[in-house]
């Protein structure tokens, strides 16, 4: 009788879903990363210098497991938590001292900070090699664009324990937008938006209702906040990823010496 | 916040005397790699020191008896010296602007491994020797702060690291050479050696993070209460540099305006770098603006705030140095002293200018804008006469090479970005508030 792998590798199941022999020799090396979808985001070759660890640091690859780990581990504490001031922290607290798996709350959290992290040396990296000039101007756009998005990930995320730390941060940060130019109760010019003697801009209606959804942080704030991290940010933040790796391999591929 | 001294170091003890041993390990790896690889055995023989000596200090911090834990301690004149000097409002941005300044300058001697490595271990056996302190130690190992710790090093090995390569290809080109990055243009293939790399990468890291969630527990307060406020209140990490910039921008500046366009400068740095070269390889002399203006930016004004943000501010965001005990009561003089009093009362010595009782309202917004009139005048001048002055000066060559757009974008940029130092200097030297204060309509600056 054969091997145990080779009857498998020679089963109509395992030939249905892998399309060629195992990528022992050049041609099969090749033909996998075209075959694969998880792989095909990737080059079949890669300048060798471009790849090796103390050019690129491998930041960008991290930041983009990390958001990976985040979303795994976020979808499992989905299942669990529950955005109301009755239960959010008491579903914390029951996820630190009895729940089973309750360290994936965290590995959520310091996933999350190391991914604030490693996007800021990931952009350190492609400044200091200049590798944001031609023709990868509108790449590093994007990638600024994502950098907001992991800030504001992090930032709504940091709301949901529903503790001190939690209101009283959020609390802190979303009290600059009511100071907004125009769009803030408190900010300047502000005053000028009337309509007939009515402000059109009051402590419920300015830039920080909208993102609260309430004059302080409250029951409406968690609400908001839950369905900005759990989906309207990770949709957003999904399609500039595929944007950003589109864009690196249509511009010429990852950062090497021109 | 009143620890029993004793219990304290007890329960630092376990933690300071492995920290030691690690230490002891790393410089033992070091002497190894040096002797071996390298075949330098004088200096393997200084780090093998090194590790004894690490080795040495362990059993005292095992110990956490107050006595032995005071050997492995900053002397506390030290420390006082220390927290005085701090305590200087411009020592902390000063000192670590020329510290900066001196890696730059000296870059050449800094990018040596055993100049860097020397470093990295007095900063790290400084922290041993720190964490003894009670104060100190409450504040880095608060589990949301140990990121930044952990940013603080990383951000040092990567400005090392990319310095490094940027001295080295600097030279080369020197000689006419080219970058290391170019020598090897050999291209190799994904499957194996870039996906087993990536593969690597995310065991390590799996393993990394769940390390990190077993030693480290997420934080989790009391139950949130919106009428017990904590002093101090403070922002997730990441925007305590634009917290810290609070002290001397009202919200709509500091917390809305100049967070926009520290995003905008970032999206406009790729049109407005018009400089061809250093495409692709670490380089400093090739782009000494670029690199310059981004330290300037990166290190000093966000990162460095961060740092200030989180283990320096204490309650009513007042300075504490790091080894001072948070005191809720401390007070500071807050004598600050708008640009408008400056120029009337003090310098004109007469009264500001006010509206007459029973003014109307253009009259009185006419009152504001005269008696504001100093700062306003500055302001304008600022904006609208420095990039005029810059492209005829310094930037001549820039301007002519860059376009007026592009300039402009530049120099405006740039002129609100030097707004925050400025107005620290300001605040340091001459206790200035606000160059123009309209309280009646939000808009202080």
Same mark, same amino acid.
């Given at each position: ?9 020679? $089963? ?9 022999? !195992? ?76 729940? $089973?798996?309750?360290? !994936? ?25 200049? $590798? ?72 419920? $209606? ?51 010496? !021109? | ?20 041993? &690690? ?70 941005? &000063? ?351």
């Amino acid at each position: 009788m054969p091997p145990l792998g080779e009857v498998i590798r020679n $089963s109509q199941i395992w030939k249905s879903i892998f399309r060629h022999p !195992m990528p022992t020799d050049r041609r099969n090396r090749i033909v996998v990363m075209l075959t694969n979808f998880f792989l095909h985001l990737h080059p079949v070759s890669v300048k060798k210098q471009g790849i090796a660890l103390s050019f690129t640091w491998c930041m960008g690859g991290v930041t983009f497991f990390l958001f990976l780990v985040e979303t795994i581990t976020g979808v499992l504490l989905m299942f669990y938590y529950r955005p109301t001031i009755e239960w959010a922290y008491n579903d914390i607290l029951a996820l630190r001292d009895v729940m $089973s798996l309750g360290i !994936m709350r965290e590995i959520h959290r310091w996933g999350a900070h190391a991914m604030v992290i490693t996007v800021w040396l990931h952009m350190y990296r492609v400044f200091l090699t200049g $590798s944001y000039k031609p023709p990868r101007e509108f790449n590093w756009v994007v990638g600024v664009i994502l950098l907001l998005l992991t800030l504001l990930l992090s930032f709504t995320g940091y709301l949901l324990p529903w503790d001190q730390l939690a209101i009283w941060a959020i609390t802190v940060g979303s009290n600059m937008a009511r100071a907004t130019p125009f769009l803030g109760h408190e900010g300047p010019g502000a005053a000028i938006l009337t309509v007939g003697g009515i402000d059109m801009i009051t402590d419920a $209606s300015d830039a920080r209702f909208g993102l609260l959804g309430a004059r302080f942080v409250g029951e409406e704030t968690l609400n908001r906040f839950y369905v900005l991290h759990c989906i309207a940010l990770p949709l957003a933040a999904a399609l500039l990823l595929a944007i950003h790796f589109w864009r690196v391999r249509k511009d010429g591929g990852i950062s090497a010496a !021109m | 916040m009143h620890v029993n001294e004793a219990e304290f170091l007890q329960g630092i003890s376990g933690f300071l005397g492995s920290y030691y041993v &690690t230490l002891a390990v790393l410089n033992g790896i070091a002497a190894l790699y040096v002797w071996e690889r390298l075949e330098k055995s004088r200096l393997a023989l200084v780090w093998l020191a090194l590790a004894v000596f690490f080795l040495a200090l362990s059993p005292l911090a095992f110990s956490g008896d107050s006595r032995m834990m005071g050997i492995i301690s900053v002397p506390g004149s030290i420390r006082n010296l220390v927290n005085v000097v701090m305590g200087i409002p411009w020592a902390y941005s &000063t000192g670590t602007l020329v510290f900066l300044s001196l890696l730059y300058f000296f870059r050449k001697f800094f990018v040596k491994p055993v100049v860097a490595w020397s470093g990295l271990n007095a900063a790290l056996l400084l922290m041993g020797l720190s964490i003894t302190n009670p104060s100190f130690a409450t504040i880095v190992t608060k589990p949301d702060n140990v990121p930044i710790v952990g940013l603080v090093f990383l951000l040092g090995f990567f400005t090392w690291l990319g310095a490094n390569k940027a001295v080295t290809n600097d030279q080369r080109m020197k000689q006419g050479l080219e970058p290391t990055e170019k020598m090897n243009s050999e291209k190799i293939l994904v499957w194996p050696d870039l996906v087993y790399t990536e593969l690597i990468c995310m065991i390590a890291l799996t393993a990394l993070l769940l390390v990190w969630g077993i030693l480290l527990q997420a934080p989790l307060e009391e139950p949130a209460s919106s009428v017990k406020t904590p002093n101090p209140s403070k922002a997730p990490w990441y925007f305590l540099g634009l917290q810290e910039m609070l002290v001397y921008y009202d919200p709509w500046m500091a917390g809305v305006v100049l967070p926009s366009l520290i995003i905008f400068g970032l999206m406009a740095i790729p049109f407005i770098d018009f400089n061809k070269q250093g495409n692709g390889y670490y380089t400093i002399e090739q782009r000494k603006f670029a690199y310059l203006t981004f330290q300037f930016g990166f290190l000093v004004l966000w990162v460095t705030l961060i740092v200030l943000g989180t283990f320096l501010r204490g309650p009513n965001w007042n300075f504490f140095g790091p080894y001072e005990i948070w005191d809720p009561h401390k007070v500071e003089a807050l004598n600050n002293i708008d640009l408008s009093e400056y120029f009337w009362v003090i310098g004109l010595e007469r009264a500001l200018p006010s509206a007459p009782a029973g003014a109307g309202a253009i009259e009185q917004i006419g009152y504001i804008i005269l008696r504001e009139l100093p700062g306003i005048l500055l302001l304008a001048g600022y904006l609208l006469v420095m990039p005029p002055l810059m492209a005829m000066t310094v930037f001549r060559k820039f301007f002519f090479r860059m376009g007026f757009l592009r300039f402009m974008l530049l120099a405006n940029l740039l002129l609100f970005m030097m707004l925050l130092p400025i107005k620290m200097v300001l605040r340091w030297t001459v206790n200035l508030k606000y160059i123009i204060h309209i309280d009646e309509y939000f808009l202080n600056f």
